[in-house]
């Protein structure tokens, strides 16, 4: 009886252990941009593949504050971007899609996530680097 109990308690551990890890980081390769312009047509799209606007993105969708309320938003978003993460080089690249409305009065963006439908902020000073960051690309 004893056996079991402690077999019992190890495999709860050992269960609350694998549920405690998150999900795995991947490395984020490449970045899809399309603007939307204002009859609401998407653009073409434009590739982000460089180290240093990747990185860029990168840091600042780390910075987002999420939320997981479902919301609709009033207008169209300005941008949808839709990013690449690499997991393991024998698996194929999983994509995030993600659409981005910047608040010109605050200065913050708003970012929608098409995935788990959720949405988030960004503060002024990230969501003016990730606007920069397009714009360099002449997406904005």
């Not at 998150?22 to 970045?31: A, F, S």
């Not at 653009?43 to 180290?51: A, G, H, Q």
């Not at 504050?65 to 941008?79: F, G, L, N």
């Given at each position: ?5 402690n ?27 399309q ?50 993460y ?55």
């Amino acid at each position: 009886m004893k056996k079991i109990i402690n077999f019992t308690s190890l495999f709860v551990f050992m269960v609350l252990l694998v549920g405690c890890m998150g999900e795995e980081k991947g490395q984020l390769t490449r970045v899809d941009v399309q603007k939307i312009d204002t009859e609401g047509n998407y653009e073409d799209v434009v590739m982000i593949t460089d180290s240093e606007s990747i990185d860029l993105t990168r840091r600042a969708f780390e910075q987002i504050k999420w939320d997981d309320e479902v919301v609709k938003m009033a207008r169209k978003p300005d941008i949808k971007a839709t990013l690449f993460y690499t997991f393991d080089e024998n698996i194929p690249e999983r994509l995030y899609e993600y659409e981005i409305w910047f608040n010109d009065n605050a200065g913050t963006a708003t970012i929608i996530s098409n995935e788990n439908e959720s949405y988030g902020e960004l503060d002024k000073d990230n969501a003016q680097a990730l606007k920069s960051n397009f714009l360099k690309l002449q997406v904005l």
